[in-house]
DNA sequence: GTCTATAAACCGATAGAC
DNA sequence: GTCTATCGGTTTATAGAC
């Protein structure tokens, strides 16, 4: 292989990369905006500019397309859990993290999580790269689950699960749907309620200010 | 009218009255189970056991077949907080109501809030006898949320706005739903952990047994 | 790879017989 | 009021020309 036809398939490769990462952006806003189920391939397309076949010659099915979609949001939310300071104490990453995805959540770039009552939640757990990256993050908030009950940051005599879920849960609440809806408060402050009622309750305290 | 013509309108009353109550039976399992936008009219015909143009001799869309399914679960809700003792504070009125839900919720009749991407909201928020019932439990329910930051019993420096929204929101949480899938803890424990999390966090102390 | 046009399936709603 | 049968519209996915 010549220097000159390297060059030019990476050049077709970077534009094809370039491409699906158009699409995957609009996938992003749609499922945010929509949901799997309310989504339509016509949508998507008309959102990138392209025809509703040229889609399909990148992703062979709307499944195929939201996994793919989920994967990328995956991926950049164990890159930024991993670029956190590590100074920081396992509590503050996970706030860090909550607060991270809340804010993507209220400028339309974080879906939902998938909720029992989709299409799309069986054809996400067959789908290998998506579990692999669900395992991943699990794994590292897990741990930092872990850490903050043996200091009594976060409550020992509450399963893991259980704080784990609500962590995820937390992350797309609609609660920040609601009161985004009403217009009473910024964004900064929507997303401090939703952490302060997610860690200290609704009978809780603010935290002070470190 | 004589008593007896009166007699066989009651009871023809009633008959219609059983018949659309088992309707809204049907309509309320498949809303929880699978949501407004994936449950069809095909599906709810055959849960009751009639035709689909049986089924729009009594209701005239899918969507007011869905604002009468809520607007009789609401009419539940309203009927089981006044129900409450009045000895009762309202920070526990308030966590009885919610357990009331959750409970509901893990049994498959209580639907998920209709969420900001989903169909039925423009619809529902048109449908006088639903928003009616939303106006009058949120006055229920704030007032309580009022009464009980006044006490210190919930955080009086957070908006009621926010408390209101989140005992909603938790009330049909997904992660009742995730524990449940587990199959790692029973209904009540997951009730249990839904509401101390709710109000006291992820960081709080279980509330001591009264 | 991109397009237009279309196939195939599904769904909400209705017509018309009984 | 209940049924069967069907309409009209939408959606996923593909065929075939360029």
Redesign the pocket.
């Known amino acids: 292989m010549t220097p000159a036809t390297a060059k030019k398939l990476s050049f077709?490769q970077q534009?094809?990369r370039f491409?699906e990462d158009a699409i995957l952006d609009a996938v992003n806003r749609l499922l945010s905006r929509k949901g799997f189920?309310?989504?339509?391939?016509?949508?998507?397309?008309a959102e990138v500019?392209?025809?509703?076949?040229?889609?399909?010659?990148?992703f062979?099915?709307?499944?195929?397309?939201a996994a793919a979609s989920m994967t990328r949001l995956l991926e950049q939310t164990l890159d930024h859990a991993h670029s956190l300071a590590a100074e920081l104490s396992p509590l503050k990453r996970l706030k860090a993290v909550m607060r991270w995805a809340v804010t993507a959540h209220l400028d339309g770039a974080m879906p939902s999580l998938p909720s029992t009552r989709s299409n799309i939640q069986h054809a996400l757990i067959g789908y290998a790269p998506y579990a692999e990256r669900v395992g991943q993050l699990t794994e590292l908030l897990g741990g930092w689950i872990l850490q903050a009950q043996d200091t009594g940051d976060l409550s020992p005599d509450l399963p893991g699960e259980v704080i784990l879920y609500t962590i995820y849960a937390r992350s797309c609440d609609p609660v920040s749907d609601f009161l985004k809806t009403g217009g009473a408060f910024t964004d900064d402050e929507i997303v401090g309620y939703v952490e302060r009622t997610c860690f200290n309750g609704i009978t809780g305290s603010p935290d002070p200010v470190a």
């Open positions: 077709k534009q094809l491409r189920d309310l989504m339509t391939m016509d949508e998507v397309a500019g392209i025809s509703k076949a040229s889609l399909y010659k990148h062979e099915s709307k499944e195929e397309l």
